[in-house]
Every structure is written in structure tokens, then in C-alpha cells.
């Protein structure tokens, strides 16, 4: 649709055109991806119209048409994750009005003022019951997300585990007139590090996040990871150049280092530069960073995005080490469905760039209600009581901008 027939049919901003847009995906049962990259001054939107939930093989993502993935922290049996095919795929200029955007926008089919587009989002947020996907559990007390801790920290001390990432979630309520998309221009504005994501699989329910942890991305011949882990609050002026790290963190955050150097032993990958770690900034929390690149194309691994990402999730920043043992603990003794929490998320060959990320800061929006999600590293040194803090601040990044 050209602009100018936008503008004269009423659609007051981009806001008002996201709120549009959205709302008919959802009314009419459509799946839809909307999200903000690190860094990027465009919105990028992705709605897949066929009415059909589609489950794609994560081992050959090389091969897919455009489009969004959704993989629940759990390997699944056919080793398949959700997936939003591109049938429209929009890139929208943050920064410039819409009668200035470059890229011509898609139809919209219907526009409604912008409480009734609220309206219609909420009505389409999936109810618990009506979706055989949708598990919701009961929020743990303190006592017990401190009971938990100690278990892990008490099958560290035996031996079986080296690191165990416990997580809880905790609830919310929505007010009746939640609006979507002002809770998404918040977390754009609050988080710009962040891969700021909705996205909307009726099948699967409705999440919404800003996450910090790239899983795996590759951008023409480059192959990018990290590692992430250690957290403790921002404080002062210059957080980053302030911030003083225990012993725990930094051992916390080696683990997973050596976790994805293990991963590139594994296929037998020599060449890869890794740097840091280093201090970064995620919303008002400070993390440990390494970075770890390659060159797909004189290493000659062309599927080296496909390999890695199967063979790092779930990394020891989400589940913990080793890999088996940590998943078997938290399977028998977390009392909730992680669901997409702490899966991946994110776009597969967009203009030949996939990005996923892991599925942290996030939240599953439901009729009325918001469930948070957050986990925390738990080593031998681990204090329960500062683990809940962690989990207390993780969990209100996306909290505090839900009302
Ligand atoms: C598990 C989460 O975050 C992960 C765990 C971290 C930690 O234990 O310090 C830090 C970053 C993430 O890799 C979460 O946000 O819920």
C-alpha cells in the first residue's frame, strides 16, 4: 500500500500501523514475528498467513526458505523446532516517520483505532487450556527455588554435576487495557543491546523478550558465537569499567567458554579467534562475555551455523555441565515447563543473515496474565540467597515494563 493512501486513511504512526498490522495477524490466526536487533535502527516483521503451525529440522537450517524460529529449551524427539515461513517480510525505519520510510509497508487490511487493535491482541494472547503446547505451572516459593539451589549446589560437592543453571517463573497480571505495542517500544527504547522480540505462534502462545545471548549466527562467510554468564547488577556512572568479578563468575563463565571450545573439538574446528572475557551490559545487569569467531569459508564448514547450534543447546549458561546430568537434574527437579524459555529464537536466512538467539528476559503473555522466566548459574561457591536475587532482578528486566 502506498503511504500516501495510509495516511489518508488514518493511520496515525508507526505505532498506530505495528498495532494495526498485528492485531489482524493475530485475529486472523496468522503466526507473527516482530523484532529489534542489537544496535539496529529497523523493526523487522515477518508473518507467515498459511494457518498452519510448521516444525523445521534444526540441522539444516542452511536450506530453509526465510523465516523465524521458535525451539523449546527441550530437545524434542524429531529434533524439530517451530517455524514462521516469510510470506511478508517488512524492515521498517525506527527513527523515521511513515510517510518516510523507504520500503513500501505492507496492506493493511483493516485499520481500527488503536484501542480497538489492543483489544484484539489481548483477545488473541492463547488461553492456557486451549492449546495442547501450553503447560503452565505453579510459581515456586522462595523456600523452594532456595531448596533447589542447595540440591544443585549439594550434586556439585558429590561430583555429578560441575555447573547447574536452576530457573523459576513467576507470574503476573495484566491490566484490561495491556498494550502491546507501548510494552514493545519500551523494551526498543530500554534495551538497545538486546534482541528486543514478540512473536506470536497460536499453537505455542504469545512471548514476548530482550535477550543478550547470541546462540549462533552467521552473516555471509562469518560464523559468530559467545559465551555469557556471571551476573551482578550495574551500579554507578561507568558500570562497565567499575565492575570487579568473584572467583565463582569468572569460573561460572569459563565453563561455558570451554563448553563451545569443546563443541569446535568436537568437529575438529582449529581455527577460531576467541576474545575477552569482557564486561557487557544487559538492561541494568552486568554479564562476562567471550566472543568466538570463524571463517566458514577457509575453515570449509558452509554448515557450520547448523552444527554449532545443535551442538551447544543447551549451553551450560542455560542448563549447565556436563550436559546430560545438568538437563536430568533439572528434568526431575524443576516443578515447571520451561517451555521456549531458554530455547532459541530468532531469524533464519533473512537477506543471508541468521541470528538466533537464546530465549532469556522473556515472558509469555496470556489472557490476563504474564509468565517471567529466569535461571541463575549455581556453582560450588553458590550463595541460594543471591541466586534468588538473580533470578528476582532477571525476571523483572522484562517485568517492570508489563503493567
Ligand atoms: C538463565 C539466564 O541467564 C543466563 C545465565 C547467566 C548467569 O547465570 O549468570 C547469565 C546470562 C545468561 O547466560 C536468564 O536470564 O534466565
Redesign the pocket.
Known sequence: MKIQTLIEEKVDNLEHYLACLISHSMEKGYQIAVWRKPHASFLEVMIDKSGQTKRVDIHALEELQAGFIAHPFEDQEDEKGFYIEADSYLKIDIKKPLDEQDAALEVLPQIIPREDCNTLIRNSFVPEKKSSHIKISEECTKNEFLHLVNKGIEAIATGALNKI?P?RIKKKSLSDDFDLISVFKSLIDSYPNAFVNFFHIPQVGSWIGAS??ILIQTKGEQFYTMS????QKAHGENPLKNAAWTQK?IE??AL?SRYIVDCFKKIRLREYDEHGPKTVL?GN?L?LRSDFKVNMKTTNFPQLGSVMLSLLHP?S??CGMPRKEAFEFLRINEKFDRSL??GFIGPVNVEEVTAIY?N??TARLMDGQAIL??????TEDSDPEKEWE??EM?CE?IGKHLN
Open positions: 543453571v530457573a543478550p545471548e555469557l554468564a556471571g551476573t563468575e561460572e563463565q561455558v544487559a545487569l554479564h549451553t549458561a542455560v524459555f531458554a537464546v532469556l528476559r522466566y529466569a535461571g541463575a548459574g549455581v538473580e533470578t532477571k528486566i
